[in-house]
Structures are given as structure tokens and as C-alpha cells.
């Protein structure tokens, strides 16, 4: 797994600051939109908390599930298929490296959304746990699509609608949605992530509720890994 980390981390170094930069603008315009109808509260940790996520959603998901899916049109997978490497280290170590990638823009836009709306700091160390726990589930998700989409057009086009649900469910409080749209966004392995995030920003934060979302987040992550480690024998194997 460390070898195929390492090996993903190298290769996308150069696109690296162009990801980094669309990802984290994208969210840092969110922001700036929504502090205009929004003033504080639930509301405003909310906003914070789900654009923050979705630097991890675009990297993590939206791109992750558009490599899987060239690699599996291309042919790229033959290549892993005959070394010595479990499918769990391949997924593991692009799902890792991909995450690797958010670690900065989430960081920034966290704090800039912060003080933004007023809300305090001292939570945000949260993001140590959150960042690779959302991290591993929406890597998962991402591989899962981009190994399981017949063509690859069909795993971008997957990946585009798994990053919009991230936005549209992720930056809005789930108690004002209505309720099959709750449904699916508890179906989103980003939710509870956000959820633990936005907690956290709470001047005093109900730390045994944040334990249980980023505890949720990791059983998220893991059947999301496996799924996607279970996609990608199917695929190398047809």
C-alpha cells in the first residue's frame, strides 16, 4: 500500500496546485455566496463544515472515480493485476494519496470560513480525524464508480453527480430538508463528517455526539473501501 501511495502521490505532484486551487476556490465562492442569506448558528456551521467537505468530495471522489475509470479503459489495470499486490493496497494507496491532496485546502478553507462567520476556532482540530475518515469513504465511493462505470465518460459523469450531491446536501442543515432528501443525504458517506465538523464549531460542542458522527464516518469508510476493493477485483479479473 505504501508503494502505491507513494507511486500516486508522484505522479498527480504536478497537477497538484491546479487541483488544490480549483477545489479550494470552489468552496471559499460558496462561502462568500452564502454569507450574504446566512447569518450565524446552525446555518453558518453548516455552510463552513460541508464546503470545507467538499474540497474532499472533488479531489477525493469527483477525481479518484475519473482515474479508476481511464485506468479500467485503458487497460491500466492489467498492469497491477499481474504484480504481487493485493487489491486492497491498490485501493488503499490511490484512495490515500488522492486524500493526501485536500489536506491543505480543507485546512484553509476551515479557518477562512470561520472567520467569516464569526464562529470559533477552537474546534477545528476536529479535522484531524474528519479529513481521512471522509477522506477514506468518499475515496471508496469514487473508486467503487469510477471500477463499476462501463465507460469512462460514464465514471466522470458519476463522478460529477456523487461532488454535486456532496454541495447541495452537504452545505444546507439537514432538519430543513424534507425527507427523502434527508434519506439520501444520510445515504452520503460525506454526511456525517459534516456533521461531526459542524458540531465541533459550536461555541460548546456536544463532544460524545461528535464521537458517534466520526465513529459512523468510519464504518462508512471501511464498507465504502471494501466495496471498492470488491470493484476493483471484478474489474481486473473481466
Known amino acids: 500500500m505504501g508503494a502505491v501511495y507513494r507511486a500516486q502521490l508522484s505522479r498527480a505532484r504536478v497537477a497538484r496546485i491546479p487541483l488544490l486551487f480549483v477545489a479550494t476556490f470552489q468552496s471559499l465562492g460558496i462561502m462568500v455566496l ?3 442569506v ?4 446552525a446555518e453558518a456551521r453548516a455552510v ?3 464546503s470545507s ?3 474532499v468530495a472533488f479531489v477525493a471522489l469527483n477525481l479518484l472515480a475519473q482515474y479508476f475509470g481511464q485506468l479500467r479503459a485503458s487497460g491500466g489495470l492489467d498492469h ?3 504484480l504481487p499486490v493485493p487489491a486492497a493496497a491498490v485501493v488503499l494507496g490511490a484512495a ?3 486524500a493526501s491532496f485536500t489536506v491543505p485546502g480543507v485546512l484553509f478553507t476551515a479557518v477562512v470560513g470561520s472567520v467569516l462567520f464569526a464562529l470559533p476556532l477552537g474546534g477545528l482540530w476536529v479535522l484531524v480525524a474528519v479529513i481521512p475518515l471522509a477522506g477514506a469513504a468518499l475515496a471508496g465511493l469514487g473508486a467503487a464508480l ?3 462505470a462501463p465507460r469512462a465518460e460514464l465514471a466522470t459523469v458519476c463522478g460529477q453527480l456523487g461532488m454535486s450531491a456532496a454541495l447541495l446536501l452537504g452545505v444546507l442543515p439537514g432538519g430543513q430538508l424534507p425527507g427523502p432528501v434527508q434519506w439520501v443525504r444520510d445515504l452520503l458517506p460525506s454526511t456525517y463528517g ?3 465538523l459542524a458540531r465541533a464549531l459550536q461555541s460548546r460542542p456536544e463532544w460524545p455526539r461528535v464521537a458517534l458522527d466520526l465513529g459512523v464516518c468510519a464504518a462508512v469508510g471501511v464498507v465504502s473501501l471494501a466495496v471498492a476493493t470488491w470493484a476493483y477485483r471484478r474489474a481486473s479479473v473481466r
Do not use: C, I, K, W
Open 48 to 50: 463552513v463544515a460541508g
Open 96 to 98: 490515500g494519496a488522492y
Open 146 to 148: 469510477g471500477l463499476l
Open 80 to 82: 497491477y493485476a499481474t
Open 38 to 41: 446566512v447569518d450565524g448558528g
Open 53 to 55: 467537505v467538499l474540497v
Open 194 to 196: 459534516v456533521e461531526a
Open 34 to 36: 452564502m454569507r450574504g
